[in-house]
């Protein structure tokens, strides 16, 4: 309480004793003739530069304020988390949550990893990522693929993955607990490739689009892919997708890895990370929706943009929104991009919260401008 107060003290000092130079400059400058602006003295100068550091200091070293003071106490900083910010910057949103970042950088350096992927990816999702690196031990299960499978359908093998952090142990048990989520292969193998509705969009239709448009579908890049499913459809066409996936309580990535796929761990706040105008399609499913910031929604178009050719594809796959949002903010703001309406199908959420909540479904195919 004494330190807080003291800074306080050291801080209002400095405020005043800013403001007293600058009045003593004004007026030395108000009488001064002819009016010209005298030159600020360079010790004036040095002078008010010392206290604005020393006002800038005093804010940063300044603690929260605590309306309890038997429970204030200072934070002990992991000495990794120490030596790491002096060899490399952290992201700026780590430092909102010091808690979450101390805990993850506090372990045993040279030795296992803890099991804290849960942990890493609530830092993650809330902006801070890149994560400060670590220097421990990766873990590692006792028997490995001897090969990529030859089928990206075929059953997951549950003694290639460690499941320590999760409820279920095997694969199978989490296609009993929701087929839905995307381990069970065998009712993967059909996604993709039927048409029940207009919201469906099967691979071979938009292969013949591209086709007709003397086009050509060589990369692509899976927003937000779950198990990869739409990566292992396209590699039977000889199309290289690349799947962005979070675990978020399921082992995404690992299975997006055990069917010879490329899972990448990031979250859809971050720039993608692949170069500008290199990619042929991008599709956004499920995971990008409604529950989006608009503004954020906006920069993950806008990116999209970035990364794709001229003439290349955006697929928004059974992006779900109230239906008057979906009118009112959603429509326009894919329409500022100025891309080919090749698809555009609307249909009601039939489900008991699209019903409760007046959501509808919009699947979208649109073509970027081949030349701008």
Known sequence: MRFTMGLNLLLLVA??????LSLYHLSSTLQSKPPAPAPVPDHLLHQLSTIRATINHLTRLQPTTNTNPTTSKKPTIPSDLLLYTHISP????????????????NYTPFSLCPLDSALAESLILRGCHPLPRRRCFSRTTAKLPTSLPTNPFSPLPD????????TCKSFTCLSRLNPELGFDMKAEKSKFTTYKTDLDLPI???????????????????IGGGTGTFAAQMKEQNVTVITTTMNLGAPYNEAVALRGLVPLHVPLQQRLPVFDGVLDLVRCGHAVNRWIPVTAMEFLFYDVD????????FWLDHFFSKRVDLEKVYAPLIGKLGYKKVKWAVGNKMDSSGVKNGEAYLTALLQKPVSR
């Open 15 to 20: 405020m005043v004793a800013t403001n007293i």
């Open 306 to 313: 970035r990364v794709l050719r001229g003439g290349g594809y």
């Open 204 to 222: 071979q239709q938009l292969i013949q689009i591209s086709k007709s448009a003397n086009s050509v579908l060589r990369l692509a890049l899976d």
């Open 159 to 166: 003694n290639a993955h460690l499941w320590n952090i999760y």
């Open 90 to 105: 952290v992201a700026s949103s780590c430092r909102d949550y010091p808690d979450l970042l101390h805990q993850y950088m």
